[in-house]
């Protein structure tokens, strides 16, 4: 895999975290809202140890089938279409478990077997063989807060599959303009800044449930963009953080309104 230049800031030092869960064998699980850098934290950490990733993002869609495969039928031979934990087990590779715990139980229950420490799983669904995971193979699941709707708590058993945690929550202000900087290339720094102390701001009135939406740091790097386009910082904000609101009535819009109003005026 080529290496490419990074945008991604390691503010925490998460990157150091997950090198050494991956050297002991830990498996990882990423905690945290929306929009703070889960998945690119995954990526550039998967980029850096030049590994392959697979990944599946979970549902109430997700299937046992999704992981593990399914049976086929070709001129009338019977095959087997290995699913993404198959795969990434006998590769070795990174595999990626988003949003783990929106999974349905016995999902959960079939994963789990792999997870445990012997590493393995039989095959029942084909010819029963038991599956040995490559030694290289690595898990990290990230988790969404069980105030996210379709979340549940994870069963304590599939919590100790990964010891290794880390909570990666929304970045300091400062952090934060740096992380935009990355994907912005105009001069409008104090604009920006206003631009994420109001997202900030929102944060904190969606977490004492004043409000009903959180913005994440795709709408920060979302506003630098619409500034650098030549759009006005207010007009920007409009788009960006005030309009999405309006799916919960005009008093919420409002609310949202007044805030934008009174950090960059009319």
Do not use: C
């Amino acid at each position: 895999m080529l290496q490419t230049t990074s945008t991604y800031l390691d503010w925490n030092n998460s990157l150091d975290v997950l090198g050494k869960a991956y050297d002991a064998g830990l498996f990882a699980l990423i905690i945290g809202p929306k929009g703070t850098g889960k998945t690119t934290l995954v990526r550039e950490f998967t980029n850096r140890k030049n590994s392959k990733l697979e990944s599946i993002n979970f549902s109430l869609r997700t299937r046992e089938s999704h992981l593990i495969g399914t049976k086929t039928l070709n001129e009338g031979t019977i095959g087997f279409d290995e699913g993404i934990l198959i795969k990434s087990m006998k590769e070795g590779s990174i595999l990626y478990l988003d949003e783990l715990n929106a999974a349905e139980a016995d999902v959960l229950l079939r994963l789990d077997e792999a997870l445990d420490d012997r590493r393995q799983i039989v095959l029942k669904e084909s010819t029963g063989e038991t599956i040995n995971a490559n030694q290289k193979w690595f898990v990290i699941a990230t988790i969404n807060p069980l105030t996210h709707v379709g979340t549940k708590e994870l069963p304590p058993q599939l919590l100790s599959r990964f010891p290794v945690r880390i909570r990666l929550d929304y970045p300091p202000e400062e952090t934060e303009f740096q992380i935009v900087k990355k994907y912005a290339s105009g001069n409008h720094d104090d604009a920006l800044t206003q631009g994420i102390k109001l997202a900030n701001t929102l944060r904190q009135a969606a977490a004492v449930e004043e409000l009903y939406y959180s913005p994440s740091l795709r709408e920060t790097i979302a506003f630098a963009k619409l500034l650098d386009s030549g759009l006005d910082a207010k007009k920007a904000a409009d788009i960006v953080f005030a309009n999405v609101y309006s799916q919960w009535g005009n008093v919420e819009y409002q609310k949202v309104s007044d805030i934008i109003t009174s950090m960059f005026g009319r």
